[in-house]
């Protein structure tokens, strides 16, 4: 399910989010000004990056091991992100972007997210378990530190 934003949780939708999306050319400036608890994801103005706080709401499925999150379009990647915490210290974030001709894959599902377009089914490692899609969806480094995600470009 998807809010009005295009963000989901499995088992719960909140109408907020507390996404600090960092753009490393200017985003970090700008939420610099604003009182925001989020950092900038690069410091040396290379790639930009995704802080997520997950003792905020909308973000509170990625606090349990199999829990997933689906993100919009973000400085990372374009399409969005599905997000999947693997276990007690680590989420892997992966794009949204089928690896068979580009549509946006839906969220997951009972551990399988669905591209609209032809069918392709990838489970929480990213890897394709229906085609025609046959490689994995690409892979964003992803640390958890705490409470707080960060996902690179
Ligand atoms: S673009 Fe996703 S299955 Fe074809």
Redesign the pocket.
């Known amino acids: 399910m998807n809010d009005e934003r295009g963000n989901s949780a499995s088992g719960e939708v909140s109408r907020r989010t507390f996404i600090k999306v960092l753009a490393a050319s200017g985003g970090a400036a700008a939420l610099a000004g604003c009182g925001s608890a989020a950092t900038p994801a690069s410091g040396d103005g290379g790639a930009a990056g995704v802080t997520l706080d997950l003792t905020q709401a909308a973000n509170q499925s990625l606090t349990q091991t199999g829990g997933t999150l689906s993100l919009e379009a973000n400085a990372v990647d374009q399409k969005g992100l599905l997000l999947v915490r693997s276990s007690e210290t680590a989420v892997r974030a992966f794009s949204r972007k ?1 690896t ?4 946006t894959v839906g969220d997951f599902q009972n551990g399988t997210a669905s ?1 609209p ?4 089914q990838f489970d929480t490692g990213g890897k394709p378990v229906k085609g ?2 046959s490689t994995p969806l690409k892979e964003y480094p992803a640390t958890l530190s705490g409470t707080t995600l960060t996902i690179q470009g």
């Open positions: 089928c068979h001709l580009g549509c591209c377009c032809h069918g392709s025609p899609a």
